[in-house]
């Protein structure tokens, strides 16, 4: 288990793990700044489980790679010469260096400190000088391999090497996201943020339609106001909503042939648990990818998928330009709040109907119930 947290945190994610009457409540400030609690999610929730790492088409050639931080591990996934999605330790088996950086394109991964270089396949290929050394084995060196799972052109990492496969944990969600065929569209653009919020606070943020009408006022409001929103399924790995879409607002395009007349005119927001959040539309999807740094920081990889032969479209530009306003309006709510959680008068208060906040439960008992001991 780790490190230990204090009777008061115990009970609380006990009670919470344990409810099954949907009495949802938000909670303390602790539970977004306690660093003791930060460690345990670290090994319980990202060493544990599936956790994801980027879009596959942004290492859509072999050789190209990225470099994330997944918990305390830093993971590079690269495509190799066969075309395959792998991860692996980022760290030297020299001296514990980094071998690579953000992302780009290499044929062997070198060393920057003393030049081991290593093969898509993780073996070390070639280290300066260390033949001459009586006991050094080559062999022995390749960089620890990682599970990689691909879900619909997302790429999930489990550095544990011990979750049951993710694809069915997402079952109940297929018939809600399938028809929006996301997995076709491309990432026209990613770039990183580093917000100074929990990374559970983020998660609960994006998922919940209760904000959309007074914090996106002007921005979404005027398309999926709050009174349109509705909860969909969730289960074990995740939980999801419909934000519904004004009659008056304009039909957002390209959308793909499936797409139904509601899914025409709604978008669907869904996280995979622990880190992963997006809202797919008829036409784009916004995804965040939230690695946390520390209890009160977050690092995270935003992107933006489009239909192919969209790129360039008005509609695309001005869907860009409307994901960076209401990123920028959810920051400034979410780096607020956190200034907060140190207050002796932090609230648990009731969370709002389960269309707008129902969600957010969700979210909290998949943390509580991995987290708490009376899981363990
Ligand atoms: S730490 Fe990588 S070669 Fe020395
Ligand atoms: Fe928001």
């Known amino acids: 288990m780790g490190v230990v947290l204090d009777s008061q945190q115990n009970e609380l994610l006990n009670a919470v793990a344990c409810d099954e009457t949907r009495s949802a409540h938000s909670m303390p400030g602790w539970y977004y700044n306690d660093n003791a609690l930060f460690e345990r999610e670290k090994s319980e929730l990202f060493a ?3 956790v994801c790492a980027g879009h596959v088409s942004e290492i859509a050639k072999p050789g190209q790679y ?4 997944i918990g305390n591990e830093p993971v590079v996934v690269l495509r190799d010469r066969e075309d395959h999605v792998r991860a692996y330790s980022n760290v030297c088996r020299h001296r514990g260096m980094a071998l690579v950086e953000g992302k780009g394109k290499a044929a062997v991964l070198t060393c920057p400190y003393h030049a081991w270089s290593y093969g898509l396949d993780g073996r070390l290929r070639k280290a300066p000088y260390m033949d001459a050394v009586a006991d050094f084995d080559i062999s022995n060196c390749s960089l620890p391999e990682f599970g990689v799972e691909e879900w619909r052109g997302f790429i999930f990492v489990n550095t544990n090497n011990d979750a049951s496969p993710l694809a069915p944990k997402l079952a109940d969600l297929e018939p809600h996201v399938a028809n929006y065929r996301f997995e076709e569209r491309h990432s026209i653009e990613t770039w990183f943020e580093e917000w100074g919020t929990n990374w559970k606070a983020l998660i609960e943020n994006f998922m919940e339609g209760y904000h959309l009408s007074v914090t996106h006022a002007t921005t979404l409001d005027p398309i999926t106001p709050t009174e349109l929103c509705e909860k969909l399924a969730s289960g074990e790995g995740f939980t999801a909503y419909r934000s519904n879409y004004r009659d008056s607002s304009q039909q957002r395009e390209p959308f793909p042939k499936e797409l139904t007349e509601q899914e025409r005119r709604s978008s669907v927001l869904f996280s995979v648990f622990p880190n992963f959040v997006i809202t797919v539309g008829p036409n784009c999807a916004v995804f965040l990818i939230l690695l946390p740094e520390t209890s009160q920081t977050v ?53 709002a109907p389960e269309s707008f906040e129902g969600t957010i439960w969700d979210f909290t008992r998949y943390v509580a119930r991995h987290i708490s001991e009376a899981a363990s």
């Open 48 to 50: 544990s489980g599936w």
């Open 66 to 69: 990225m470099a994330v931080t």
């Open 299 to 351: 690092n995270i990889k935003m992107g933006i998928l489009v239909q192919e032969g969209a790129d360039d479209l008005q509609a695309t530009t001005d869907y860009i330009n409307l994901a960076h306003e209401f990123n920028a309006e959810d920051r400034a709510m979410l780096e607020a709040i956190q200034r907060n959680t140190r207050t002796k008068h932090r609230p648990v208060s009731s969370l």
